[in-house]
């Protein structure tokens, strides 16, 4: 099943590198450092997950995947600036990103600010250049919500409070669900969503994969966060242990490593059940919980 | 003409105060400290120009206001943005904005980086719920264009590298016009554009209409750089006399206060003959070049 799934993953990433990078380089209208910046970080070796996502999700609607793959590439753009900014030294002041020197240790500030609004910029350009129907239209409202001021937005705000000691609720665990479900759940989800959306999916079917979205966000939070204490700078390519050192709210901060592990798999079961209401050939998507699990990157 | 036009550019001005403080209100989904960044910056006291011309160029078509409106408000949230992300100490590292605290100043640096991306971000959500016609699409598609890589983003960079003293050509008044055709003129430009796409121009309208853009862009930017160096803080609300202390490339610089005078009235003349051509009432549009010669904003 893994097998399976990486395999299906390579050829959805392998897709958006290739759509990501001609893309670019047709944009010839951008002035030269500027793309370099952009480039710089949307080829620094990303998972392309969410991309994967939403080319999935179409697939399994029955659409072929090119569809979606403009409305793809706008959400790793999307995701990327979302980085860019959120390593700026006013942020979280990462140094590394992907192994690699974050954006403004290579291109200095001024550029990674502007890098992350262009490619912000760049991917509602694309995706409303690719609005052809009704359809379209709703998945960039998707979009747009999702990655917004009420969406990963508001996660990164509602993050920057926490590291100050201030939280969206008096429940430190009910707190951890807001900020992931806004920082990252939400973006990961509406890739999932977008994908059905282009294809034609009526409302129950979006119900559901939004459901099953938040739970895959949820895993994924968790994972990241065990990563993050037990990882090894090497294979994640960023620093590592900084959860700890900054003291802040995390899985495993909150339950320690063993209980975070096992809340992991419980939310993966309850994820797969939310696929086993789905009409469709869900196996992408199992197969995507047991590899969540068993993560090293 | 310009008391008819500064009545009308007063209606315009009162409507997306309105539109903006009624949306943002409405926004309750937004964290509360993000959402006050945002507002403080979007009721700053801006002349919502680009708005006004929005909606203007939608009336001169025959067509109500308010089908612009919601465009209209997006590119004052655009505009808005780059004044923020331009004032952070990374870039222009400007503390005061329209004789207030830079939005950085007042909510920090990490709050303000988030509120310009916000904004950016709500722009583009607010605009593609407005989305119902394929001119609506269009106009979407247009603004994306400018506010982006390589319209308004092109010029930032470009912006940047001048303090530099690293031009785009090797002729310092065309390295002028193109600096600043990207970095204010593109969005002036498309701001007249949207509203006369929403309200069903033609190619030949849009064609005459991005010429006067460019040339009310060009003229724009010639009477702020005369502002600069003869204004004074209190008219302004901003830094004075920040061009000549970094020895900026400016029209002033370039041809001096009186040269830069004689060109701006060659300019807004100019710009008329192109208005005669469209087969409209353009007076607003005429009132807005005198209005430009004699601004002192």
Same mark, same amino acid.
């Given at each position: *099943?893994?097998?399976?799934?990486?395999?299906?993953?390579? =050829?959805?990433?392998?897709?958006?590198?290739?759509?990501?990078?001609?893309?670019?380089?047709?944009?010839?209208?951008?002035? +030269? +450092?500027?793309?370099?910046?952009?480039?710089?970080?949307?080829?620094?070796?990303?998972?392309?997950?969410?991309?994967?996502?939403? *080319?999935?999700?179409?697939?399994?609607?029955?659409?072929?995947?090119?569809? %979606?793959?403009? #409305?793809?590439?706008?959400?790793?753009?999307?995701?990327?600036?979302?980085?860019?900014?959120?390593?700026?030294?006013?942020?979280?002041?990462?140094?590394?990103?992907?192994?690699?020197?974050?954006?403004? /240790?290579? #291109?200095?500030?001024? *550029?990674?600010?502007?890098?992350?609004?262009?490619?912000?910029?760049? $991917?509602?350009?694309? $995706?409303?250049?690719?609005?052809?129907?009704?359809?379209?239209?709703?998945? *960039? +409202?998707?979009?747009?919500?999702? $990655?917004?001021?009420?969406?990963?937005? %508001?996660?990164? @705000?509602?993050?920057?409070?926490?590291?100050?000691?201030?939280?969206?609720?008096?429940?430190? !665990?009910?707190?951890? =669900?807001?900020?992931?479900? /806004?920082?990252?759940?939400?973006?990961?989800? @509406?890739?999932?969503?977008?994908?059905?959306?282009?294809?034609?999916?009526?409302?129950?079917?979006?119900?559901?994969?939004?459901? #099953?979205?938040?739970?895959?966000?949820?895993?994924?939070?968790?994972?990241?966060?065990?990563?993050?204490?037990?990882?090894?700078? /090497?294979?994640?390519?960023?620093?590592?242990? /900084?959860?700890?050192?900054?003291?802040?709210?995390?899985? =495993? !901060?909150?339950?320690? @490593?063993?209980?975070?592990?096992?809340?992991? !798999?419980?939310?993966?079961?309850?994820?797969?059940?939310?696929?086993?209401?789905?009409?469709?050939?869900?196996?992408?998507?199992?197969?995507?919980?047991?590899?969540?699990?068993?993560?090293?990157?």
């Amino acid at each position: *099943m893994i097998r399976m799934f990486e395999a299906r993953l390579k =050829v959805y990433s392998s897709a958006t590198t290739d759509f990501l990078r001609d893309y670019m380089e047709s944009r010839n209208d951008i002035p +030269q +450092q500027l793309r370099s910046s952009m480039l710089y970080s949307l080829m620094a070796g990303g998972k392309r997950l969410r991309p994967a996502l939403c *080319m999935a999700s179409c697939e399994m609607l029955g659409k072929e995947r090119v569809n %979606a793959l403009p #409305f793809a590439a706008a959400l790793e753009m999307i995701h990327t600036y979302s980085l860019i900014h959120d390593d700026l030294p006013a942020m979280d002041n990462d140094d590394f990103r992907r192994g690699k020197p974050s954006n403004h /240790k290579a #291109f200095g500030e001024a *550029m990674a600010i502007l890098a992350g609004d262009a490619l912000l910029n760049t $991917a509602f350009e694309l $995706a409303s250049f690719n609005c052809k129907t009704v359809d379209d239209i709703k998945a *960039m +409202q998707y979009l747009a919500k999702a $990655a917004g001021a009420s969406g990963m937005i %508001a996660g990164q @705000v509602m993050d920057i409070d926490a590291e100050n000691e201030v939280y969206p609720s008096p429940d430190p !665990s009910e707190s951890l =669900v807001m900020i992931h479900e /806004k920082k990252t759940g939400e973006l990961l989800t @509406v890739g999932i969503m977008c994908g059905a959306i282009i294809a034609g999916a009526d409302e129950q079917t979006l119900t559901a994969l939004k459901r #099953f979205g938040l739970k895959f966000g949820l895993l994924f939070q968790i994972t990241d966060d065990i990563l993050d204490a037990v990882g090894d700078f /090497k294979s994640l390519g960023k620093t590592i242990g /900084k959860d700890n050192a900054t003291s802040k709210l995390t899985y =495993v !901060s909150l339950y320690g @490593v063993d209980e975070a592990r096992e809340r992991a !798999s419980a939310i993966a079961e309850d994820a797969k059940r939310t696929l086993g209401e789905l009409p469709y050939d869900t196996s992408f998507f199992s197969g995507l919980m047991d590899f969540t699990l068993s993560r090293t990157w």
